[in-house]
């Protein structure tokens, strides 16, 4: 079992930033990929940010150019950092952990809220 601890979300005005942090603990090793879906009111789930064991990286075209995905194996911790952030980046984030493949997750964290609003 994997258990995911998230921080970081928040009320920020449309242009500013954010970072999500998420850290993992128990069988982290069986972890090949870890990122975040998001989900806002009456939507689906949707991926936004994924990086493997390897380096490789994955964003939503939504998100291309201003969200990074970072990790930092010593801490097991993933991080989302959120520059330009739009009201539609409104949504409560989900931090996942997969041992195969982003779309098909093993561990979810327990969400944190992001609203972008003035």
Not at 63 to 69: A, E, L, M, N, S
């Amino acid at each position: 079992q994997v258990q995911l601890v998230e921080s970081g979300g928040g009320l920020v005005q449309p242009g500013g930033s954010l970072r999500l942090s998420c850290t993992a603990s128990g069988s982290t090793l069986t972890v090949s990929h870890m990122g975040w879906y998001r989900q806002a009111p009456g939507q689906q789930r949707e991926l936004v940010a994924a990086g493997t064991n390897g380096g490789s990286t994955y964003y939503a075209d939504s998100v291309k150019g201003r969200f990074t995905i970072s990790r930092d194996n010593t801490k097991n911790t993933v991080y989302l950092q959120m520059n330009s952030l739009k009201p539609e980046d409104t949504a409560v984030y989900y931090c996942f952990a997969a041992r195969w493949s982003r779309f098909q997750v093993d561990y979810w964290g327990q969400g944190t809220q992001v609203t972008v609003s003035s």
